[in-house]
């Protein structure tokens, strides 16, 4: 490749957890321990901020906030927040390591994308001290990126494009629009465009479908398609220049993203 200078990926439902599941459990688990029910959905809505924030979109859904109101006679407020988030922390670096498989198709894209020279970076809404559990698996089965940036390394996470603006420099690229940027949720795309950078969705292995890899495997045709196309819909509507059903798709739009920016096209 002449032009396209590095690749910035997420995380989970995107090059490792296929599905994205790590973190629905210990949300749902925290917010039972406070008395509080939400579901799988709810969970899921605000995935990839940081996960404070996450925590803080989830209790300001009126549903739960009233949930709340009813249980402790106030609706929730920034305390709460940070008991909740403390409660959460613990209960994510406990899975997260059973949660680090590499998704298939993502080694062989890394090995792909160093052979030609580009750069590989990721962004996350994890915390470093979950990483820590997730990135010696990682490179065990042949995903080790050149760079790391976590919430909390950044004043801001998504959508905001601070953690592209601190990977690009660790990467040696200087241009923006030299880099792509590759998630599987709506606030990771709505970072790459932010940033300047193309924007790649992920639709089947991560958040937007929301299933484990077998299960997904087993749904009948039409279920498959309907899923697929709603998760499509979700990144498109982010921003996504490119929708690709996983990681191991991703060489083709990498090959014609560096053929137009040749032809002096932008993102």
Known sequence: MKHVKAVIFDWAGTVVDYGSLAPMGAFVETFEQFGVSITIDEARGPMGMAKRPHI???????????????????????????????VFVPKN????ASYSSVIPGVADVASALRSDDIRIGT??????????????????????PDSIVCT??????????????????ELGVWRARDAIKVD????????????????????VSGNAFGM??????????????WR??????????????????????????????DARLARGERP
């Open 56 to 86: 803080a979109a989830l209790m300001a859904l009126p549903r739960v906030s009233q949930a709340w109101a009813d249980k402790y006679g106030r609706a929730p407020g920034e305390a709460d927040i940070d008991a909740v988030y403390d």
């Open 123 to 144: 962004t996350t809404g994890y915390t470093r001290e979950i990483m820590a559990e997730i990135v010696p698996g990682a490179a065990a089965q042949g995903f080790s």
């Open 184 to 203: 599987d949720t709506e606030v990771g795309i709505e970072e790459g465009i932010n940033g300047g950078t193309w924007a790649v969705g992920v639709a």
């Open 152 to 169: 909390g390394d950044t004043p801001e996470g998504r959508p905001s494009p601070y953690m592209i603006y601190r990977t690009l420099p």
């Open 228 to 257: 697929r196309k709603a998760a499509i819909q979700k990144l498109q509507a982010a921003g996504a220049h490119y929708v690709i059903d996983s990681v191991a798709d991703l060489m083709p739009v990498v090959r014609e993203i």
């Open 212 to 225: 484990a890899e077998e299960d997904v495997k087993a749904l009948a045709p039409d279920e498959f398609a």
């Open 93 to 96: 670096i406990a899975v997260a």
